[in-house]
């Protein structure tokens, strides 16, 4: 029914849809009506499995419902009759989606090339897409970083990044899943700020949100439970819809502010758990160091919520804290066990894992084994406890936090709550008396965030020494004894956001001013450019005298010379095979019998044919290593795929799908970081529960392995079920016709380096 | 059971395989997919028709993307696992394991090949004797496991994987040693017994077991992807 107040365009109408995700045992989505009209800006809001993102994906057009009517952008493309793939093809390319992860819808590692996707996909021409990239990066703010690599990107401009991919491709309605839930309160500000504008443009906008605070600007507020709209609301009265949540959460304040009382006054009796003087931290290669002078201390018993912007060093001091890391400067004791200066030994450290736990960010994101149970007692077994009481343990950590009946399920069929509670009962089951949480309730609901407040205050009652890290400032006020704010741990040149962020542009600046100062070398088309060098690597093994050898060298230097780079430091990118090159020399001096011998010690022999091919091998492997070292380093992952495309294209004719095959190597480059980090994350997550690849019995470190691999296999498939989606949203599909918004061509330059590759071809054959 | 028991979706169903006949020929339903008209999608998939069905569905794009990553971030976590320095271990060829296990021997095949491309910018035959052996294991494993979708089935086809990537691996490095060091086919053929075949034998045996040791959970989780 058409409210005849607005006689504006229907821009989506879905009538009596349903939804189920386990083929009709239940309903994500039980006979949802809705009609939304050109440039409403829509809330949808709800508890977790509610059906909100699934209401969202469908308003979308990225998924077709099991039954009722779908209309997008005034075309019929979901009936009684089914699907209809063209009309949903033609509704989508108006239709755009932003979703919950922001660093998994961006596709390539250039800010420019990522938000000229959508449009390649649409099929613009160049000079199209180069308006529409300009006109998008403007309405986010971002115009002045458009050389610059979104990877790494603040969440907050990551998610602006994902927008401007979207608006890039001019959508009458944009779509957005949480878009703010993994950011701080300063990056959620940006983006409402950016949906209040396109408001103001006449977008129409459907937002799923749990912040109450982002219905404010809102048309509607549409709110759904158990796959049924309960309310849809104008906005200014949906503060009665969510006002259920909130008198909840007042509620469970009340009888912990009174608890604290008794705590404190015996606070000051107690020695402290936690001391750390003074901690430095700087990532490599980073002259920004995270934080220069930070002091901590904490007594035993004591709850601390830990509070400030991100990237401020907080993740960082937790890690230094349970011995993950160690700090450039200063010193720390932890359960009274010293973990720096002095590096920890063997010992110490194993006593360490016992005493103190860590619960990383996103600790469901660590989760390995085949049973719940299982997973809980990997950090007790990894303590070399009994099997009772490993069982015991387990059934403990369980209890506390309200999930035995979870014990025999798979943890990967658990909802996101409960994952997160498994996981957290897998940290408690080792019984630290220190432990460290980095932000344990971060996107969770009410229902899933009050057990973990549960937990804190059963742990806080056993004596368990506690540091919190938390955004949200009622939760750190509820639980903690003292509430710290970054900042204030620092006690000289305080790491402010605001600093980080103006040394985070002040780099890039530096990064595009580099860029249009280009070396002959980065100026070569990458096609060129990749072959010769592969041409030039499989050959030097051809090299087999000394006059070629000093060509090869000469060519090499060239090279150098062309890339713009000082020749010591090329040479040191050796460095890291330094050992394995010396090992080929010694190799090669045994091996070779021919010749005169030189030295003779037993029945090992050298001779001069031994030295001279101990020389000419390695010094042509240390040159293939610094051309190989040269190419990347001079070729971004843009660069790369794009040349990667465009020669495998002649093998299309074969029948080989060589637009997919490039998307999935350029994909693949854009997430090599994202999964490294991931990683290391996971490995210093299980390390933390006594689970160590480098130490421990064959059998130990296997299983250490697998508690690994199985979790990064995990993240691999999330990556992938989000960038599905975001490939989706920006209407890539397969065999479509793509133009391309960077274009490739030969010029002089590109000539004279092939003419130098042929040239060392004909001295390779004649010298 | 309703009537939707059996209907799973297209995109999710290539990804619901290492469970027992969820996936019996996903290629088939992958090219029917692909030529029949996308408006014949059978109700309750939740396809939409676009991008979402096929071989080159967008999420089998995204599946194969980030197992490319693993891989490449996986080979370049290297080990020595013998006191032969220049012999180290890798997991990599777990993940093209998986991959072929997953989502079928063309995933095993991309993935063995594609992952080791930035290889080639720093050991240009070794990586085309890494992808050969990749290749080797991953292919015929998955072959053999995409007819016997049981924990036995991947046993055997671990086994048949393993035996021809260490003949693959020993007749490579036949081919390659003499490139790095100046030595006679002899003189390298000298070297299998005690030390070629020793670290083949024992990196193909880390692969089996702790693919075995994963086998399960990984299972569930594929299972439960939606």
Redesign the interface.
Known sequence: MIDTTIRRLTIARLDNIR???D???SWALDGVSLTIVEGERICLTGPNGSGKSTLARLIA???????GTVTLLGRR??DD??????E??QA?RGIGAVFQNPEDQLVTTSLEDDVAFGPENLGLQRRLIGERIGGALVAVDLNDRRHADPTHFSGGQQQRAAIAGMLAMRPRLLVLDEPTAMLDEVSRAEVLEILDELQARGTTIVHVTHHTGDTVHADRVLRLEAGRVQADVPADRSDEASLSEGTTAQDSIAPVVASHAPHDSNAPQQPFAIVADHLAYGYQNDRQPVFTDVCLRIRQGETVALMGANGSGKSTLARLLCALARPAAGSIMVAGLPIAPAKPKRKQLTELRKRVGYVMQHPERQL???TVADDVAYGPRNQGLSDDEVDQRVGEALRLLHIEHLADR????LSGGQQRLAAIAGIVASKPQVLVMDEPTASLDAAARSRIHDLVRALRAQGVTMLIITHDRAEAAMLADRVLDMNQLCRSNAASPSDSETTETTETTSVSAAKQHHSLLQRLDPRVKMVG??IV??SM?AVSNPMQLAAAALLTLAAILAARMNPLEVARTVHPIL??LV??GL??LF??RTGTPLVELGPISITDDAVR?AIL?TCR?AL??IQ??L??TTTGPTAITDAFASLLSPLGRLGL?TQ??S??????????P???DE?LAIRNAQAARGGSIETGSPSQK??A??AI??P???G??R???N???A??ARC????IHRTHWRQLAIRSHDIACIACVCGWLVVLVTL | MSMFSHIHDYRYRHIRTVAPTAESGSDTTATTAATTPATTTQSGSHATGVADSGRWSTRRIAIYALFVALAMVTSFIEFPITPVAWLKYDPSGIVCLIAGFAFGPSAAAIVSVLGFVPHMFADPWGSLMAVLVALCLSVPAALIYRSHRTRKGAAAGILVGALLAIVAALLGNLVITPIYAHMSYAQVAAMILPILLPFNVAKMAIHAIITFLIYKPVSNLLAQRH
């Open positions: 939804f189920s995700y083929g009709g045992a057009g990225l998924a077709a419902p099991d039954s493309v979901f009759a089914g699907p209809n793939a063209d949903y093809r989508r390995f084994a085949d798979s943890p990967f069929e060098f592969l690597m499989f093994f050992a394995m090992l080929m190799l090669n091996v070779v091919f091998y492997f293939v290593i190989g070292a190419f990347l799908h997919e095959l998307l999935v190597m350029s994909l693949a480059l854009r997430f090599i994202t999964l490294t990683a296997l299983r392995m697998a691999i199985v990064v296999l995990a691999t498939m990556h992938a079920d960038l599905a989606l490939l989706d890539y599909e397969e065999g």
